[in-house]
């Protein structure tokens, strides 16, 4: 839908030019990004805030331009509500809505206006116009960063301005555009990688200094352990190339290293849970049932390892019971022959000392020896 063109003119203008169909694909487009909206504010409204994830989660599957048609639309079918702030409602009559009436006079505009407390559909669009402003402004830098210089003569090297003040003409400081232009050293493949935030902008200032040999190296070792550079491994192999000492094997030693435990941070997809839950709970009461659930939970489960940990003892009490029960058998054993041996049934050391059983023999009488 992202790719979608918005159609901004109303039914009967379709009907007169044939774009019907154009139209009511648009159309659809907008009641789900509608839902879009009202979905991303539930899920990322906490503590008196809206997390920045809620935008993206929006401009991400439906682009600024159908974004803002729909919140335009939501303020302007609430235009009298001060719960929006000014600059908001003057920025939303500016988009030129025009209305878009049914048979019956009923503006069908009104079935796209968000379904949400007005004060954070306010806060949300205030976020969207922040968030499409500072996207503006990174192309604004990236596209004069691109654009080649008319002469590198240095009689005329006075014509070009320093980073700082094409920083100020972009809105960011000048440390910002050294940074984009070190970024434009990296390999496509480690642009990419950048864009698509598998490697955090800081570390990626760094890895802009290696040469391209070493950067293709670092893309292999990357491949083969599954893991990006940190901060400090990137500034490492900076180091490490500038004194000539990285190589594939210094490289491998430092990508190898067990990096500090990440945030145990989990997040819950909204538009997943919601299927588990009537429409009418509030975020506060899916919260609150979730956790009620994961209490019970974590219960049974506790009853679960205090049985086992009670079989397992007894399985061991019943083992050293059958091992004592052999014992004394064997015991007994032992003591029906040695009394069937001896005869008079008392304990001797037959086998520790043989002339034991010579001493206790019945002495020869005098009769017997005459």
């Known amino acids: 839908m992202k790719n979608l063109p918005v159609y901004k003119h109303p039914a009967a203008y379709a009907r007169e030019h044939d774009e019907l169909a154009v139209y009511r694909a648009s159309n659809q487009a907008n009641t789900a990004c509608k839902e879009a909206i009202g979905a991303a504010i539930r899920d990322h409204y906490r503590d008196n805030r809206l997390d920045a994830a809620a935008v993206d989660q929006v401009v991400q599957q439906f682009g600024y331009d159908r974004t803002f048609h729909v919140l335009a639309i939501t303020v302007c079918q609430a235009d009298w509500d001060r719960r929006y702030s000014p600059d908001n409602r003057a920025w939303a009559n500016a988009m030129s809505i025009p209305a878009n009436p049914d048979a019956w006079g009923t503006d069908r505009n009104c079935y796209l206006a968000v379904n949400s407390h007005p004060g954070l559909v306010d806060l949300f669009l205030s976020q969207t116009r922040k968030a499409y402003a500072q996207e503006q402004q990174k192309t604004s830098v990236r596209d004069k960063l691109k654009k080649p210089p008319e002469t590198t003569s240095p009689k005329i090297s006075a014509k070009f301005r320093s980073d700082d003040e094409v920083g100020q003409d972009a809105g960011v400081s000048g440390d910002t555009i050294r940074n984009y232009i070190a970024l434009t050293q990296l390999v496509p493949e480690l642009q990419q990688m950048v864009d698509e935030k598998k490697i955090a902008l800081s570390p990626a200032y760094q890895l802009a200094a290696l040469t391209p040999k070493e950067q293709g190296l670092l893309l292999e070792t990357i491949d083969s352990e599954q893991t990006t550079p940190s901060l400090s491994q990137a500034q490492r192999m900076k180091k490490l190339s500038q004194s000539g000492e990285l190589n594939e094997d210094t490289m491998l030693s430092i990508m190898m290293e067990q990096k500090k435990p990440e945030k145990n941070d989990i997040t819950l997809s909204g538009e997943k849970l919601r299927k588990y839950f009537p429409r009418s709970y ?85 009769g017997s020896r005459a």
Request: include cysteine; proline fraction near 5%; charge should be positive.
């Open 282 to 366: 509030t975020p506060f009461q899916i919260e609150n049932t979730i956790f009620k659930l994961l209490d019970a939970w974590q219960k049974k489960r506790q009853r679960g390892q205090r049985r086992n940990a009670e079989r397992q003892q007894r399985r061991i009490g019943d083992q050293r019971g059958r091992a004592y029960r052999v014992s004394d058998e064997s015991r007994a054993d032992s003591g029906d022959k040695h009394q069937q041996q001896c005869g008079d049934g008392h304990s001797c050391d037959h086998d520790r000392f043989p002339f034991v059983k010579l001493l206790r023999s019945p002495p020869i009488s005098n």
